[in-house]
Nanobody
Framework: QVQLVESGGGLVQAGGSLRLSCAASRSTFSINTMAWYRQAPGKQRELVARITRGGIINYADSVKGRFTISRDNANNAVYLQLNSLKPEDTAVYYC?????????????????WGQGTQVTVSS
């Protein structure tokens, strides 16, 4: 029902910045929760930041004060601004959406993931 496409990853030096974008195929206004997760080699996927439809935001402790999540319902997108990057931020970053009956034509709850975008931070 909803497809997500991430962009904006790349190679950056420690201390640098990147902006990740996630484009949704349907109105993000109807999506309950959007989030960014990441998965480093050999590690489990972890939550980086989450934003609800009502604007409640949560961050992982490891990124607080450095990363900023935002939601642009006019353009059906969610963004993640990554500042003061560290080598330990290196991972594949995934966009996530949780949506349900609040969306036209949807009668159940769904979780959807994007394909991921690689972020590599060199020391």
């Amino acid at each position: 029902q909803v497809q997500l496409v991430e962009s904006g990853g790349g190679l950056v030096q420690a201390g640098g910045s990147l902006r990740l974008s996630c484009a949704a195929s349907r109105s993000t206004f109807s999506i309950n929760t959007m989030a960014w997760y990441r998965q480093a080699p050999g590690k489990q996927r972890e939550l980086v930041a989450r934003i609800t439809r009502g604007g409640i935001i949560n961050y992982a402790d490891s990124v607080k004060g450095r990363f900023t999540i935002s939601r642009d319902n006019a353009n059906n997108a969610v963004y993640l601004q990554l500042n003061s990057l560290k080598p330990e931020d290196t991972a594949v970053y995934y966009c996530y959406a949780h949506y349900g009956p609040g969306m036209d034509g949807v009668s159940s709850w769904y979780d959807t993931w994007g394909q991921g975008t690689q972020v590599t931070v060199s020391s």
